[in-house]
């Protein structure tokens, strides 16, 4: 059965840094677009960062130059380097897996950013 564990949230300091990790089970990460969204109290969900099959990397505009998406694909997990945090960073992280069998999510991480 196909599973999305999320990890490495918490709490951090505005200007600090969080790494979050997300691994697959069940199917191959890498033959997937793999995503990670998040989604802050009140808001809807939004794109944080998307790479596709090919490697094609799409940023959302508010994180560009200060967040990151990595792989290792021997581990079947996704990673999200977030630098320079601020408070309106504050929010669950989902990571999402965009496959041809079906779309997968995890449960989430809460990452709170305070000043």
């Known amino acids: 059965q196909e599973h999305l564990v999320e990890s490495g949230g918490g709490a951090v300091q505005a200007g600090g840094s969080l790494k979050l990790s997300c691994v697959a089970s069940g199917f191959l990460f890498s033959n997937c677009a793999r995503e990670w969204y998040r989604q802050a109290p009140g808001k809807e969900r939004e794109l944080v960062i998307r790479?596709?099959?090919?490697?094609?990397?799409t940023y959302g505009d508010s994180v560009k130059g200060r967040f990151t998406i990595s792989q290792d694909n021997a581990k079947n997990t996704l990673y999200l380097q977030m630098n320079s945090l601020k408070s309106e960073d504050t929010a669950v992280y989902y990571c999402?897996?965009?496959?041809?069998?079906?779309?997968?999510w995890g449960q989430g991480t809460q990452v709170t950013v305070f000043s």
């Open positions: 999402a897996a965009n496959c041809l069998a079906g779309n997968y």
């Open positions: 790479i596709n099959i090919l490697g094609h990397q």
